[in-house]
């Protein structure tokens, strides 16, 4: 009999003739640690090589404290339990679940037949060595990207605040917030009304008040990239952006706002929780990293998803007929220069390329879960896919922030050799120090919070499945809807097959017309579309949804009337959101004139001879020309 470990660990016999056992026990060494002594085959007792069946051996032997032996799977999991909570699971369901057992014996021996392939697979998906994978360089990297993009924001939205929702803007939010705190003070309900409308902009939302607040955020951002105070820092920047989203939902209730907000929450249960986020002492949570995974997937998944069930009134779905791509380019809200490019392009290209989408949205995501070769597979593929759409046409910041999130699925061994060789200088030079009371209180809460985003952003994507109704789901989601920080995705779930564009015009004696000209959403004679990476200019953005809305309905938006009464007054906020010249140089504005075209990439030879990347075709009976009353 096999005496025990005179330390009182288990110990785990194995074959030193296969090279694939080989690879997988160094793993599980580093994962076990010191709680499990490994040897060879080779040189076990009489009683442990006939229990694994040799030689040649057929299974792996554990010897536990006691004397007792486990082989195979069994041996398997149990050696693994000593690594970490995944273990400890798999040998809880191996011993608690006779399907589990039956299904890990079956596998187990499939295993020990196939070694030698197995050993190829294991170089295709793990490459050299399947080593615990280590996150320390993304877990520094990833939550500055967030600080980026929160201070990109907080910028692009500093410029246009006074015009979007100042007090001479096209909203004005503190009249919004007296209305809604009336009616939540008459209902006799006025806590009510923080957490319907949960923002800081209760405190005061002056002027002043509103750059005061974009002005924390944006610090706040600053200390983030910098690294100070990270989970402290990136709170804050959640806090005063959920603020203005909460707000001002008319320009601030995008997609990338509600990825910003979910994306900066999860940084707070991702980061460890110092006072300082150093390199080489920066790893993520294990939990928070799988958080983060989990929005990756949905984000791209759920995308996909959308596009299946995209049919339009008429019953026509142009992404499944493979089409999508030929109108994409010229119907975006934002074309950029390139768009024109990528839009004379073949159809069999275009179809192509609809296919390369739907792979990366479908069936990639899928790959995060995978080892490391398929979650870098997944990295560059969604990386790939962001770039491309940078480069054709303009979403803000949306683009850079998924690429941030995919750099989560980076392990420190797929990193450049000067990275890893600065973090092992890094990790020597200042040992690890023990977890401190602010971790271990956020050990405490996080399963609880996971489990909580969890839920909700499950039953998010089993309504986009289709599997629930908004009915079923909505007394669960409703309470944290208003946070904005669980959410659903998918643009252009209905690709539009035609772009309606809306020109004001506006005339001091109901003769003479001038055109207000944005700086940025599309008109009949531009020849230029630049890129604005990563600004958002709101109110161009809005235009494009108008323009739709006015098509489909025959009215424009409710918030076009309070723009034009801007316009009127000659508000400087708002004529600062505008192009100079034409209309918006008029002393005293008195009527205006809402016209529609529908636009179209201008062909080449048009292009060519005027500079013009639109061809116009006017929509008469859309027109609305008259006065405000003052």
């Not at 197995?118 to 793990?126: A, I, M, P, Y």
């Not at 902009?201 to 005061?212: C, E, Q, V």
């Not at 001002?248 to 929450?265: H, S, T």
């Not at 074309?335 to 179809?351: E, I, K, N, Q």
Request: proline share 7%; with cysteine; charged share 15%.
């Amino acid at each position: 009999m096999q005496a025990p470990d005179k330390a009182g660990r288990s110990v785990l016999y194995w074959d030193a003739d296969c090279s694939f056992c080989r690879r997988w026990v160094e793993r599980w060494r580093r994962e076990s640690g010191e709680a499990v002594e490994y040897r060879t085959l080779q040189g076990a007792p009489a009683d442990v090589t006939d229990a694994a069946g040799g030689p040649p051996f057929d299974r792996i032997v554990l010897v536990q404290p006691d004397g007792a032996f486990l082989t195979g799977a069994a041996a398997a999991l149990a050696a693994r339990a000593a690594g970490g909570q995944t273990g400890k699971l798999s040998w809880f369901l191996y011993r608690r679940v006779p399907p589990f057992r039956a299904l890990a014996e079956v596998a187990y021996r499939w295993v020990a037949r196939h070694r030698p392939l197995c050993g190829r697979l294991t170089s295709l998906f793990w490459g050299a060595t399947p080593e615990l994978p280590t996150y320390e360089i993304s877990g520094f990297v990833f939550p500055r990207l967030i600080g980026l993009m929160f201070f990109s924001a907080f910028v692009s939205l500093w410029v246009q605040i006074d015009g979007l929702a100042g007090s001479k803007g096209i909203l004005p939010v503190a009249a919004q917030l007296e209305a809604v705190k009336n009616h939540f003070s008459a209902s006799g309900a006025e806590w009510s009304a923080w957490l319907q409308f949960p923002t800081l902009l209760w405190f005061g939302a002056s002027d002043a008040m509103l750059h005061f607040w974009i002005g924390v955020g944006a610090l706040a951002s600053v200390l983030l990239v910098l690294g100070f105070a990270p989970a402290t820092s990136a709170f804050i920047a959640w806090a005063c952006y959920l603020s203005f989203a909460a707000a001002v939902p008319v320009f601030l209730n995008f997609q990338w706002d509600a990825l910003l907000l979910e994306a900066g929450l999860l940084v707070v249960l991702y980061v460890p929780w110092t006072r300082y986020l150093r390199f080489g002492h920066s790893a993520p949570s294990r939990l928070g990293r799988l958080l983060v995974w989990w929005l990756l997937f949905r984000l791209m998944f759920e995308s996909g998803v959308v596009k299946l069930y995209g049919f339009d009134g008429v019953g026509r779905n142009v992404w499944l007929e493979g089409t999508a791509l030929t109108f994409h380019y010229f119907t975006q809200p934002i074309p950029v220069w390139t768009s024109w490019w990528m839009s004379r392009l073949p159809d069999w290209f275009h179809a192509l390329s609809l296919v390369f989408v739907f792979f990366i949205e479908l069936v990639v995501p899928f790959f995060i879960a995978g080892p490391r070769r398929m979650r870098m597979t997944a990295f560059w593929a969604f990386t790939l896919l962001m770039l491309l759409i940078i480069a054709s046409g303009h979403y803000g910041f949306f683009n850079l922030l998924t690429i941030a999130l995919c750099v989560t699925l980076v392990d420190d061994a797929s990193w450049p050799r000067w990275a890893r060789q600065r973090l092992q200088n890094n990790t020597a030079s200042s040992p690890r120090t023990a977890t401190g009371l602010p971790d271990r209180i956020r050990n405490k809460v996080l399963p609880w919070l996971a489990a909580l985003l969890v839920l909700l952003t499950t039953l998010q994507l089993l309504l986009v499945l289709r599997i629930v109704s908004p009915a079923a789901i909505s007394p669960v989601l409703g309470p944290f809807m208003p946070f904005r920080s669980a959410n659903s995705y998918g643009l252009f779930s209905v690709m539009t097959t035609e772009r309606p564009e809306i020109t004001v015009e506006a005339s001091s004696d109901g003769l003479t017309w001038q055109p207000y000209r944005f700086r940025y959403a599309m008109s009949p004679g531009d020849t230029s579309m630049p890129f604005l990476l990563p600004h958002m200019p709101r109110l161009d953005w809005q235009m494009w949804f108008a323009a739709l809305e006015y098509r489909a309905g025959g009215q424009p938006p409710g918030w076009m009337m309070p723009f034009l009464a801007r316009l009127q007054e000659n508000a400087p906020p708002v004529l600062g959101l505008l192009e100079r010249g034409g209309a918006a140089d008029l002393a005293a504005p008195k009527y205006f004139r809402l016209r529609l075209d529908l636009l179209q990439f201008a062909p080449p030879n048009m292009h060519k001879e005027s500079g013009r990347f639109w061809e116009a075709t006017p929509l008469p009976t859309y027109t609305i020309e008259g006065s405000l009353q003052r």
